[in-house]
T-cell receptor
Framework: DQQVKQNSPSLSVQEGRISILNCDYT??????FLWYKKYPAEGPTFLISISSIKDKNEDGRFTVFLNKSAKHLSLHIVPSQPGDSAVYFC????????????????FGKGTLLTVNP | DTGVSQDPRHKITKRGQNVTFRCDPISEHNRLYWYRQTLGQGPEFLTYFQNEAQLEKSRLLSDRFSAERPKGSFSTLEIQRTEQGDSAMYLCASSLFRVTEAFFGQGTRLTVV
């Protein structure tokens, strides 16, 4: 049972345009969501996160949107740059008071983003 | 470099052999996590330490797997009698508080032939 789903294995965009990566989850106990970027043969690098009490968090070119009722979040990258080309993982965690685990991240399968010059 | 360090970066072993990986967390981090990533999948939780205590183990961690964190510092992950299905990237992460603040190491790529 996959609790975090990234249904698009890959996405290709032109440099300067917007990249939108999507993620759906099924576990209503999740209360914190993160996006990681991963290059081949390296570990995941934290990009941006959002608490379930918010619906938007912005950091420079990266914005994460959370729609709790739809159990859906998305990562927007504007403008996209060739250096953004990597695999992006959506991850979720449950908080201490939510009944979910606060020691475990549940990851999606990832989306390979390719930004073409 | 004060990040999470994993050794070796790559390991090729024959089926049936034992392997051991090491993880050195960020020095002040008391929480340490092991994850495994297979091809086409996201990282999957294996186990979690708080200081030297192993507080949680995933069902993925079969009897052939053992993890330790003596003295709450570095950690080792041992796989006995390796199988081809063990081929994966083994990731270590550490944090001071919540897992949502964890930093990941570069991983150990295991290939079982």
């Amino acid at each position: 049972d996959q609790q975090v789903k990234q249904n698009s294995p890959s996405l290709s965009v032109q440099e300067g345009r917007i990249s939108i990566l999507n993620c759906d989850y099924t576990n209503s106990m999740f209360d914190y969501f993160l996006w990681y970027k991963k290059y081949p043969a390296e570990g995941p690098t934290f990009l941006i996160s959002i608490s379930s009490i918010k619906d938007k968090n912005e950091d420079g070119r990266f914005t994460v949107f959370l729609n709790k009722s739809a159990k859906h979040l998305s990562l927007h990258i504007v403008p996209s740059q060739p250096g953004d080309s990597a695999v992006y993982f959506c991850a979720a965690s449950g908080g201490e008071n939510s009944g979910g685990s606060n020691y475990k991240l549940t990851f999606g399968k990832g989306t390979l983003l390719t930004v073409n010059p | 470099d004060t990040g999470v360090s994993q050794d070796p970066r790559h390991k090729i072993t024959k089926r049936g052999q034992n392997v051991t990986f090491r993880c050195d967390p960020i020095s002040e981090h008391n929480r340490l996590y092991w994850y495994r990533q297979t091809l086409g999948q996201g990282p999957e939780f294996l186990t979690y330490f708080q200081n030297e205590a192993q507080l949680e183990k995933s069902r993925l961690l079969s009897d052939r797997f053992s993890a330790e964190r003596p003295k709450g510092s570095f950690s080792t992950l041992e796989i006995q009698r390796t199988e081809q299905g063990d081929s994966a990237m083994y990731l270590c992460a550490s944090s001071l508080f919540r897992v949502t603040e964890a930093f990941f190491g570069q991983g150990t790529r295991l290939t079982v032939v």
